[in-house]
Every structure is written in structure tokens, then in C-alpha cells.
């Protein structure tokens, strides 16, 4: 007599189940958004403390499905690379950065504060290079190592890589400082050393100083000192300052072939706002 199989055993041993289950729990997976992580300083950061202090992160998730790209956000005011990893700002969203994922990351404006022995120090070696300066602070009575730029950034480069992130380096943007009717750039410091940064690294870049540079050398100083600027700070920027650089940052993302974030870019969006940049 023909004895029947269990169907349970049937079921177990099935390829096409296998095939069938695997390809469902893929497409599981690829239906979670993904992330777009951000980390520097007042000027990427997301709301703000007033409508004096406007991050550019602000506008720029505008441009994006919000249904295949959430955003996180731990940019923060008055914020170095140094900073960011030694209040663990940077660890916290490391933490959350899963494959697949993009990070922004922007710096340079408080990375140049003194390098000092108070608990808040920001400071970093001035350099692109290897260099390391031994402080010691009075509250905690340790000796702290100081890095340079270079390496603060290389590590969180080098952290978001290693978890199968992307990332993305953007150069600072320009601070409210003008000689002769132009706009002055950070081309021979932190913009300069962000660029080679990521070209040594193989991270995509872009220069959104100078973009933005010549967006405020053609609208004229005393147009941009009155939009995009309070006259109390010269570095973040205010509200139509912020969306400026939002569009500027879109676009850029639009243009670029080796990564792919712009699949997630709303294409009228886009057009919409061509016009501002």
C-alpha cells in the first residue's frame, strides 16, 4: 500500500518553497526605507533655537519620498568633529546606521575654535595631516590626545563605511565675511582639506562653499547681508539662507552618478525650486 508523505515534510523540503519565502523576506526588506543621516554643526542641523539659527537640513528633506527615505538628524550648533565624537553625538548615530543607509556629514566652522583645556573644547590640529596635541583638563585631571581635522573626519568616514553606509562630505558653508565685493571662500583651509579628505578616501564630495560662493557673489553683498544673515552672527544662516542651500545641496545630489541617493529625489520638486539656485 502507497503510504502518503506528511505534508509538513512535504513543505520542509520544498525548493520552491524555499525560493519562494526567500524572495518574500527580500522583498520585505527593500520595502523599509532607508535613512539619510546627518551630522555637523547650527548650519546642516535640523529646527533651531530661533529663526535666526536655520540649518539647511531643514528644507532639504523636502526634495525626498519620505515613504522610501526617513531622515535623522544629530547635527548640532557649535559643533566640531571633535566635539561630535567626544560627546558621543557621532556614537549615537552610528548606532542607528544600518546597511543601505546615506550620511552627510559637514564641518569645519567650530573646528577651528582654540584648542583649549575647558570640558566643551571644540579645537582641532588645523591640518589635513596625521598630527596630535596633549592637553590636560583641570576638571577631569586627565590628559586628553587632540587630533587633527583630517583624522576626526577619516574616522567617521572610515565608521559609516565599515557598516555598509554611505557616506557624503560636504564642504562648509560661507560665513557672512566679504573683501572687495566678494564673498570669502574656505578654499585653502577646511573646504580645501574636506575635498582631499574625501578624494583620499574614495567619498563622494560636494564643494557646497563654493556652489554657495557663487550664488551670494551674484546676488551682491548687500542683498545676501539682508536675506540670508542676521547681522548678530555671521555663520548660520536664516530662513531663506537655509532654503538656498537646501536647493543648491538637491541639485547637487541630482547630478551625481556614483551613489544612489538621488532615486530618491522627487524630480518635481526639483523642478520647482530650480529657479532659486
Given at each position: 500500500?502507497?503510504?502518503?508523505?506528511?505534508?509538513?515534510?512535504?513543505?520542509?523540503?520544498?525548493?520552491?518553497?524555499?525560493?519562494?519565502?526567500?524572495?518574500?523576506?527580500?522583498?520585505?526588506?527593500?520595502?523599509?526605507?532607508?535613512?539619510?543621516?546627518?551630522?555637523?554643526?547650527?548650519?546642516?542641523?535640523?529646527?533651531?533655537?530661533?529663526?535666526?539659527?536655520?540649518?539647511?537640513s531643514?528644507?532639504?528633506?523636502?526634495?525626498?519620498d519620505?515613504?522610501?527615505?526617513?531622515?535623522?538628524?544629530?547635527?548640532?550648533?557649535?559643533?566640531?568633529?571633535?566635539?561630535?565624537?567626544?560627546?558621543?553625538?557621532?556614537?549615537?548615530?552610528?548606532?542607528?546606521?544600518?546597511?543601505g543607509?546615506?550620511?552627510?556629514?559637514?564641518?569645519?566652522?567650530?573646528?577651528?575654535?582654540?584648542?583649549?583645556?575647558?570640558?566643551?573644547?571644540?579645537?582641532?590640529?588645523?591640518?589635513?595631516?596625521?598630527?596630535?596635541?596633549?592637553?590636560?583638563?583641570?576638571?577631569?585631571?586627565?590628559?586628553?590626545?587632540?587630533?587633527?581635522?583630517?583624522?576626526?573626519?577619516?574616522?567617521?568616514?572610515f565608521?559609516?563605511?565599515?557598516?555598509?553606509?554611505?557616506?557624503?562630505?560636504?564642504?562648509?558653508?560661507?560665513?557672512?565675511?566679504?573683501?572687495?565685493?566678494?564673498?570669502?571662500?574656505a578654499?585653502?583651509?577646511?573646504?580645501?582639506?574636506?575635498?582631499?579628505?574625501?578624494?583620499?578616501?574614495?567619498?563622494?564630495?560636494i564643494?557646497?562653499?563654493?556652489?554657495?560662493?557663487?550664488?551670494?557673489?551674484?546676488?551682491?553683498?548687500?542683498?545676501?547681508?539682508?536675506?540670508?544673515?542676521?547681522?548678530?552672527?555671521?555663520?548660520?544662516?536664516?530662513?531663506?539662507?537655509?532654503?538656498?542651500?537646501?536647493?543648491?545641496?538637491?541639485?547637487?545630489?541630482?547630478?551625481?552618478?556614483e551613489?544612489?541617493?538621488?532615486?530618491?529625489?522627487?524630480?518635481?520638486?526639483?523642478?520647482?525650486?530650480?529657479?532659486?539656485?
Amino acid at each position: 500500500m502507497l503510504k502518503k508523505r506528511p505534508f509538513f515534510k512535504f513543505f520542509s523540503f520544498s525548493p520552491l518553497l524555499i525560493l519562494i519565502l526567500s524572495f518574500t523576506i527580500q522583498q520585505k526588506e527593500n520595502s523599509y526605507p532607508k535613512t539619510l543621516h546627518f551630522i555637523g554643526d547650527s548650519s546642516i542641523r535640523m529646527g533651531g533655537e530661533s529663526n535666526l539659527q536655520i540649518g539647511w537640513s531643514n528644507f532639504l528633506q523636502e526634495f525626498f519620498d519620505s515613504t522610501r527615505l526617513k531622515v535623522s538628524n544629530q547635527a548640532m550648533a557649535g559643533r566640531s568633529t571633535r566635539a561630535s565624537i567626544k560627546e558621543r553625538r557621532w556614537n549615537k548615530e552610528l548606532s542607528t546606521l544600518q546597511p543601505g543607509d546615506y550620511v552627510i556629514m559637514q564641518s569645519g566652522h567650530n573646528d577651528s575654535s582654540p584648542i583649549d583645556d575647558t570640558l566643551k573644547a571644540e579645537g582641532v590640529v588645523q591640518s589635513a595631516g596625521q598630527e596630535v596635541e596633549n592637553i590636560y583638563i583641570p576638571i577631569t585631571k586627565q590628559q586628553e590626545p587632540v587630533y587633527s581635522y583630517s583624522q576626526y573626519l577619516r574616522q567617521m568616514i572610515f565608521a559609516a563605511k565599515t557598516k555598509e553606509v554611505t557616506p557624503l562630505v560636504c564642504s562648509l558653508i560661507p560665513r557672512n565675511n566679504w573683501k572687495n565685493g566678494k564673498v570669502i571662500r574656505a578654499d585653502k583651509g577646511y573646504g580645501l582639506w574636506a575635498k582631499q579628505i574625501a578624494q583620499d578616501t574614495f567619498t563622494t564630495f560636494i564643494d557646497l562653499n563654493t556652489k554657495m560662493a557663487n550664488q551670494y557673489d551674484g546676488l551682491g553683498e548687500d542683498y545676501v547681508r539682508v536675506h540670508y544673515f542676521d547681522e548678530t552672527d555671521h555663520t548660520p544662516t536664516i530662513l531663506e539662507g537655509a532654503e538656498l542651500n537646501a536647493n543648491i545641496v538637491a541639485k547637487a545630489i541630482d547630478n551625481l552618478a556614483e551613489i544612489g541617493l538621488k532615486e530618491y529625489i522627487m524630480k518635481y520638486k526639483l523642478l520647482e525650486n530650480l529657479s532659486k539656485v
